[in-house]
């Protein structure tokens, strides 16, 4: 069986047991994620060397495999009819080569069905400022992000640019123009293409990741000069966003770059999947924080330990906490109890606010800040 067929047979094999992440490893059985468990294929035997081999030929580009000798480990998305686009890493464990293949959504999805919160449908067709969708790995940050992109394809005429590594999910022109670039294929980098994105005359800039500095002060000099900015972040919460930005700088540094953030900062996203109450999968649950006049002061002044109190009482802005979204999903029966405390950060102050007990503390702004 050639390496096309054999992943088909086993993305089939997945779509009908609800499988999210396939596993392939050199003299090993392949497995498959569903309901957060993984679970063998019947009927298939050892993935041998060879088949790796070929597995990895036929998903590999050249700059992929020069990125895999070179890393040891390579990110890349492709094609599989029936399946959509499916984003793959290959890498190498005890100098054999092994694979996770993830299943993506065939369709952008709309806001509706990923239970997105309204706000950042009105905060997508804004005309420039920063937006950052944060969250862990497999979080579902992307395709919250592209279902932005999305909204604004659907309803303005913009010139829209991606930077992403890699490409997840394929954009056709509607009212917009976009021009998607892959990272090693198309650029070298976050970096570098930012620097000549701006002579490409874009009205927003979609950019996979912030990674490091160079890419955040690159995302802030754009949406300071009137663009808008979107892109994802790998934080679970809001402070702690905060504190992974200010990370990439020096301590001397950060209260200039809080003020910098009060001024271009539009919005803040975090979320995380819990498993539904009932059947297989996951809704997202959602923390925001949108810059109000009184949130930007407070960023200035460096009293972001008193965000989780504004967010907590800041509905009329669109804002929540992640305690406050979770019980609103226990509360319309999505999720189960126990997988509400699960996912809270503070389960604590849950329990407190669930006998009508606000608690406003949040983190340290001196741990955050690094003084």
């Keep these: 069986m050639n390496a096309h067929d054999y992943l088909k047979k086993c993305l089939d094999y997945m779509e009908t047991h609800k499988g999210t992440d396939l596993y392939l490893k050199t003299d090993a059985k392949p497995c498959f994620r569903s309901a957060n468990q993984l679970r063998l294929f019947e009927g298939l035997n050892t993935t041998t060397h060879e088949e790796m081999t070929r597995i990895a030929e036929f998903l590999m580009q050249a700059h992929h495999k020069n990125q895999l000798e070179h890393d040891k480990s390579v990110d890349l998305s492709f094609a599989i009819e029936g399946h959509g686009r499916l984003r793959a890493n290959l890498f190498y464990q005890q100098g054999q080569l092994s694979c996770v293949i993830r299943v993506a959504w065939r369709e952008i999805p709309s806001f509706e069905a990923l239970r997105i919160p309204p706000i950042l449908k009105k905060w997508a067709l804004a005309e420039r400022g920063l937006i950052l969708i944060a969250g862990a790995a497999s979080s579902g940050k992307s395709t919250t992000a592209n279902a932005m992109i999305n909204q604004i394809n659907q309803n303005v005429e913009k010139h829209i640019i991606t930077i992403e590594d890699p490409v997840e999910f394929l954009h056709v022109n509607k009212r917009s123009l976009i021009n998607q670039r892959e990272v090693g294929q198309d650029t070298p980098g976050f970096a570098s293409a930012l620097r000549f994105a701006t002579r490409q005359a874009p009205d927003v800039i979609f950019i996979g990741e912030i990674r490091d500095a160079e890419t955040f002060i690159s995302a802030?000099?754009?949406?300071?000069?009137g663009r808008l900015v979107i892109s994802t972040v790998h934080a679970r919460s809001i402070m702690h966003v905060f504190e992974r930005l200010l990370s990439f700088f020096p301590p001397d540094e950060r209260s200039r770059v809080l003020v910098d953030i009060s001024y271009n900062l539009n919005l803040i996203a975090t979320q995380r999947l819990v498993p539904i109450a009932r059947g297989h999968g996951y809704v997202p649950a959602f923390e925001i924080l949108t810059m109000t006049q009184m949130v930007a002061d407070m960023v200035r002044q460096q009293r972001l330990d008193k965000?989780?109190?504004v967010m907590q009482s800041g509905a009329a802005d669109g804002m929540q906490s992640l305690n406050?979204?979770?019980?609103?999903?226990?509360?319309?029966?999505?999720i189960s109890e126990i997988e509400m405390y699960r996912a809270s950060d503070r389960p604590h102050e849950l329990s407190l606010s669930m006998k009508g007990i606000q608690f406003g503390g949040g983190e340290s702004s001196k741990k955050i800040l690094g003084n």
């Design 220 to 225: 802030m000099a754009a949406a300071e000069i």
């Design 307 to 309: 965000l989780t109190q």
């Design 324 to 334: 406050q979204s979770l019980v609103g999903l226990k509360n319309e029966g999505l």
